[in-house]
Nanobody, 127 residues
Framework: QVQLVESGGGLVQAGGSLRVSCAASGGTFSTYAMGWFRQAPGKEREFVAA????????YYADSVKGRFTISRDNAKNTVYLQMNSLKPEDTAVYYC????????????????????WGQGTQVTVSS
């Protein structure tokens, strides 16, 4: 059973930066594709970014493209989301998710494609 624990959330002013991390345990991390999702109050959970199991392929939602960077360190069983130029509309609970990937370059973009989820970390961007 894979367990995911997010950390690094907090309060930041608009235009600032924050990095959130997700530490995985209980599985072979390098065989799992990873993703970040977020959920703002009153809204549905939405896709933010995804990364292949090797880390060689990434994909971003249009709303964060050019501002956010997803990366992973398979030696540390950790995936990161570096968030720059933050906006108040980025305020949400950020969740990491994982699933076993059957191809080294494949990523998963949909909520229901993931098998494991973390508990989330709150990111608040003040204006």
């Amino acid at each position: 059973q894979v367990q995911l624990v997010e950390s690094g959330g907090g309060l930041v002013q608009a235009g600032g930066s924050l990095r959130v991390s997700c530490a995985a345990s209980g599985g072979t991390f390098s065989t799992y594709a990873m993703g970040w999702f977020r959920q703002a109050p009153g809204k549905e959970r939405e896709f933010v970014a995804a990364i292949s199991r090797s880390g060689g392929t990434t994909y971003y939602a249009d709303s964060v493209k050019g501002r956010f960077t997803i990366s992973r360190d398979n030696a540390k069983n950790t995936v990161y989301l570096q968030m720059n130029s933050l906006k108040p509309e980025d305020t949400a609970v950020y969740y990491c998710a994982s699933r076993r990937a059957f191809s080294s370059g494949y990523m998963y973009l949909k909520y229901d494609e993931y098998d494991y989820w973390g508990q989330g970390t709150q990111v608040t961007v003040s204006s």
